[in-house]
Nanobody, 119 residues
Framework: QVQLVESGGGLVQAGGSLRLSCAASGTISSILAMTWYRQVPGQQRELVARITGGGNTNYADSVKSRFTISMDKAKNTAYLQMNNLKPEDSAVYYC?????????????WGKGAPVTVSS
């Protein structure tokens, strides 16, 4: 089993910055990828950014040049640096880890970190 704990959410004014963290713990042989999603109530969950174990990244068009995803493999922790935040970035941000336990890979989700951007 693997547990994911997100932190760093909160309230910020438009134009401000936040840094989200997602720490994975448990039976982990290797993390194949970590992905940040976000969801606004009543809307579908959308991919924000993804990073593979090899360091390849991809972003939603709406956050490119403003958000940066990174991963500290030694700490099994992913980060999402969010700059120049806009009110439309307000959502609950979820971390998802694609983890290989030595036999097969599994997907795990965190409980979410709310982000509110005021105008």
């Amino acid at each position: 089993q693997v547990q994911l704990v997100e932190s760093g959410g909160g309230l910020v004014q438009a134009g401000g910055s936040l840094r989200l963290s997602c720490a994975a713990s448990g039976t982990i042989s290797s993390i194949l990828a970590m992905t940040w999603y976000r969801q606004v109530p009543g809307q579908q969950r959308e991919l924000v950014a993804r990073i593979t174990g090899g360091g390849n990244t991809n972003y939603a068009d709406s956050v490119k040049s403003r958000f940066t995803i990174s991963m500290d493999k030694a700490k099994n922790t992913a980060y999402l640096q969010m700059n120049n935040l806009k009110p439309e970035d307000s959502a609950v941000y979820y971390c998802c880890a694609d983890v290989f336990d030595g036999i097969k890979n599994w997907y795990y989700w965190g409980k979410g970190a709310p982000v509110t951007v005021s105008s």
